[in-house]
């Protein structure tokens, strides 16, 4: 090896460590940042579930809602897949299921809500690879809503759709949705 290669070998070695030289001999000092003091009126209270209200007039509403929301949904022939239903309104409002769908075919969703102005039902299933299309069931609450759809094996998801804040008067109105049929 030659001179000429020696002070080329010790050329690279010193640009390699003069940046390693550079970096370790760096030290930076932030200071701590002190804690910042706010004054608070009270600690915030624990918040506790929604409880039901405890209005027997509306107690009693809501049970001759789901008394004629059953008559509504039971119409609807077949085997029952998913049923469930909920109330539209007040402190613990809406519902929602998944169900598995034990075999490919044609199912019947009926969807109904008693004592509100409308409501809105989405029903559907998830497949991988394929888009998420659910299918939004509009209710005017009037009576049933029903149509077929063509399920795969898998599982089935029905839920109530809530637009508005949470805060709602309790009224006593309710809403279910039903899938039937696959036999």
């Not at 030659?2 to 930076?28: E, F, N, Q, S, W």
């Not at 003091?37 to 509403?61: G, I, K, R, W």
């Not at 519902?95 to 199912?107: D, H």
């Not at 998830?126 to 599982?155: I, K, M, N, R």
Request: glycine share 12%; charged share 15%.
């Amino acid at each position: 090896m030659g001179i000429k290669d020696k002070r080329h070998l010790l050329a690279v070695a010193l640009c390699l460590l003069t940046p390693l030289g550079g970096v370790t001999a760096c030290a930076y000092n932030y200071p701590e940042p002190e804690p910042v003091h706010t004054p608070t009126a009270d600690p915030a209270p624990a918040t506790a579930p929604p409880q039901p209200y405890n209005n027997t007039q509306v107690l009693e509403h809501e049970a001759k809602n789901y008394a004629e929301l059953e008559r509504l949904l039971t119409a609807s022939p077949g085997p029952v897949l998913l049923s469930d239903a909920g109330p539209l309104d007040g402190p613990l409002r809406g519902f929602g299921k998944l169900e598995e769908v034990p075999a490919a075919g044609q199912y019947t969703v009926t969807a109904a809500c008693v004592g509100a102005s409308g409501a809105k039902v989405f029903v559907g299933q998830e497949h991988p690879g394929a888009p998420f299309q659910p299918v939004e069931l509009t209710l005017d609450c009037t009576g049933a809503t029903s149509q077929v759809l063509a399920l795969q094996q898998g599982y089935v998801f029905a839920h109530l759709f809530l637009p508005g804040p949470g805060d709602t008067p309790w009224t006593g109105a309710v809403g279910g949705v039903r899938v039937t049929g696959g036999s």
